[in-house]
């Protein structure tokens, strides 16, 4: 079991950066693959950006690559990812998710994430990019 709790949401003007945190509180010894997703009004939720376990590897969505950043402090047990040069249609609430994994999943592997692998989320943080 993970909870999840997401931070450093807000208002920006475009072209601004955002710095968003997620906080992990295991209550097993799992190993997690963790991702950010995001949701805006009316549409799908959509993968932003994944990091693998053991933080070799990262995967981006084409419409934030070279944008956005996905990092994470094992030691802390935190999940950033720093946006800089945000868009309007970067607005949508974002969400932090966990990924249990099996014992025979590569710790090095970092598919671009999609919603269904994910069974735990954080309660969102609200991004707005104002033109």
């Known amino acids: 079991q993970v909870q999840l709790v997401e931070s450093g949401g807000g208002s920006v003007q475009a072209g601004g950066s955002l710095r968003l945190s997620c906080a992990a509180s295991?209550?097993?010894?799992?190993?997690?693959?963790m991702s950010w997703f995001r949701q805006a009004p009316g549409k799908e939720r959509e993968g932003v950006a994944g990091i693998s376990a053991n933080g070799g590897s990262t995967s981006y969505a084409d419409s934030v690559k070279g944008r956005f950043t996905i990092s994470q402090d094992k030691g802390r047990n935190i999940l950033y990812l720093q946006m800089n040069n945000l868009k309007p249609d970067d607005t949508a609430m974002y969400y932090c998710?966990?990924?249990?994994?099996?014992?025979?999943?590569?710790?090095?592997?970092?598919?671009?994430?999609?919603?269904?692998?994910?069974?735990?989320w954080g309660q969102g943080t609200q991004v707005t990019v104002s033109s």
């Open positions: 295991k209550s097993d010894g799992a190993t997690y693959r």
């Open positions: 998710a966990a990924a249990r994994l099996s014992y025979w999943y590569s710790r090095s592997l970092a598919p671009p994430p999609r919603p269904a692998d994910f069974g735990y």
